[in-house]
């Protein structure tokens, strides 16, 4: 038969791409855990000899993790939170009013994204300054954040809500709704997986951001866990397991919101395709 | 009355999509909205709903002017044509959804959905999502979730429109039985006159925004107000045929082979150019008796009914009962019957 061996074959295909995609990852995990000298010996194990799980405590403590993490949580949780607050009102009024000063809006929208961190960070640190934000360094990262992330939400979550019939909306008005009941009650839930993706990636994308961060937060007791993995390297360093354990710490969490969501993703991401 | 529009004009920007519509609708009546597409029948419904603000005018519920009311505040119920079940709510939830609005206990919503469905025939699917439910079911969702709330007018946009043929008879039927049984006042779109002439008590007939004649089914088919109304209701359309009214201004020469004259039994100005207007089924044919010779250009027969067009400029439709007693080629001879003829001004197209 051969649709079946076709079958095996894309199974097989798909499992070596994984495993080159994973690869990365899997060496992170390892290294972490190998002796300074085995990381460097060649050729290379692929199963550490001595496996040495105490690096984990070590560096937690030793580079104030918790710290670092908390303040990656609310940069990320306040970026993504004025992003969907404020993205889904915008969508929502893009999507449903159609002018020529709707097709400007999007089209001014759609240039903040163009624009790369890099380029926007000194005349944001400039205007931060001058208003006197730079006082408080991590709200001034989260409004730079979701500024940035905002085209990308706004576009995406306008779109799903361009599928939702305007009927429904009107069958909710009728049924008894208020303008603003019938976008909470009827609009609202059946965009809910299109948004919750969104914000997710949000989410991700803010919790590894740097650029901002690095420069417009000074004190490192305020800084995300991004700027303190800057601190390991140095022109010499070289405790690698050490780098890998906190890489680990970091990236674990978000790997793990990844694979319980992700058939919400993929939900999300071909809604509107099914249908 | 309840239901009263009075003089209602509604603009989109420049495009002044009603003019000056006036219906009165009494408690317990059926009222059906016909007209071509874009004649406006839409945007009536759901300027009575409050989906649309009329530009002047003033609409009344109940004696309540709603003008300014939100629809929330003017409790009608509306069944659309795509019928916009909450796709994200099972059918229960669609049903009892406005009665929760209200603030109806859950226990109690669902007591009066489960007596709606039980009318509908909707007791078996209430935990389905709708997407799980064929064309027709979805129907009577759409029907129920408005007739639990038990609202002051039902307002339909064409919700048959999506069913297949049988299932649209049937339904004819069905949805006036259930009016009548609710004892509500309804307003009902369509293009189809058909519907609109069996289920209604009442016909708006429409055209661009203006409502060209209103009133019994009958009334309309009988005594059209002009040739619009008289060309849109009735199937077969009506035969128009040019004509001039005879010296002695009791008589009508028709523009056709051999220049039939048919006696009228009323008097009309001697000398004028009309358009005079007959059924299909005030047409007949025979052997030998008649008016006029015609060649038979088709035949169509569906056992009870036969349909035929003839071979004039311009082409006449007949239908009669029963078989088809001639086939295409034949001649015959064909007899108007002078009592049934409708005339209208050349011009005008007005009702003479
Ligand atoms: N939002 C709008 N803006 C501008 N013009 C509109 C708008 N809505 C409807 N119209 C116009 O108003 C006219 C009447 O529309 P309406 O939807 O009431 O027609 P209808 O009689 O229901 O036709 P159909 O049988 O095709 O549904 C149409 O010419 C339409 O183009
Ligand atoms: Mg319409």
Partial sequence: MRPVKHTYLWLLAAFVFSVIYLFPLYWMYITAIKSPSEIFASPPTFWPNDPDLSIYP??????????????????????TGLTVVFGTGCAYVLARYRNIWVDVGLFLVLMLQVLPASVMVTP??????????????????????????????????????????????????????????????????????????????????????Y????????????????VGLKTFLGPNSKDWNAIMAYSAMYVTPILAIFILLQRRIVAGLTAGALK | MQIEILNLDKHYGAYHALRDVTVQI???????????????????????????????????????IVNDLPPRKRDVAMVFQSYALYPHMSVAENMTYSLRIQGVSKADALKRAREVAEVTGLTDLLDRRPRDLSGGQRQRVAMGRAIVREPKAFLFDEPLSNLDAALRVHMRTEVRA????????????????????????????????????????????????????????????????????????????????????????????????????????????????????VAIRSVESTGSMAYYTTRTDPELMLVEQGRNRFRTGDTARLRIAPENVQLFDRKTDIAI
Wanted: proline residues 5%.
């Fill in chain 1, 58 to 79: 070590d560096v937690w403590e030793a580079r104030e993790v918790p710290r670092y993490m908390w303040n990656s949580l609310v940069i990320a949780f306040g970026a």
């Fill in chain 1, 124 to 209: 944001l640190f400039v205007g931060f300054n001058q208003i006197g934000l730079l006082g408080w360094p991590r709200t001034a990262v989260v409004l730079g954040v979701a500024a940035k992330s905002m085209p990308f939400f706004v576009v995406l979550v306008r779109a799903a809500f361009m599928t939702i019939p305007r009927e429904l909306e009107e069958a909710g008005l009728v049924d008894g709704n208020s303008r603003i009941g019938a976008f909470i009650w009827i609009v609202l839930p059946m965009a809910r997986n299109a948004i919750l993706v969104c914000a997710l990636l949000i989410f991700m994308q803010a919790f590894g951001e």
């Fill in chain 1, 211 to 226: 650029i901002y961060s690095a420069s417009i937060i000074q004190d490192q007791k305020l800084a995300p866990a991004s």
């Fill in chain 2, 26 to 64: 009494p408690k317990g009546q059926f009222v059906a909205l016909v007209g071509p597409s874009g004649c406006g029948k839409s945007t009536l419904l759901r300027s009575i709903a409050g989906l649309e603000t009329i530009t002047s005018g003033t609409l009344k519920i109940e004696g309540e």
């Fill in chain 2, 178 to 293: 259930l009016h009548d049984r609710l004892g509500a006042t309804s307003v009902y779109v369509t293009h189809d006159q058909i519907e609109a002439m069996t289920m209604a008590d009442h016909v708006v007939v429409m055209r661009q925004g203006v409502i060209e004649q209103q009133g019994a089914p009958m009334e309309l088919y009988d005594r059209p107000a002009n040739k619009f109304v008289a060309g849109f209701i009735g199937s077969p359309a009506m035969n128009f045929v040019d004509g001039k009214i005879g010296e002695d201004g009791h008589s009508v020469t028709l523009a056709l082979p051999n220049t039939p004259v048919i006696p009228l039994s009323r008097k009309a100005e001697a000398g004028r150019n009309v358009t005079v207007g007959m059924r299909p089924e005030h047409l007949s044919l025979d052997a030998n008796d008649g008016q006029i010779e």
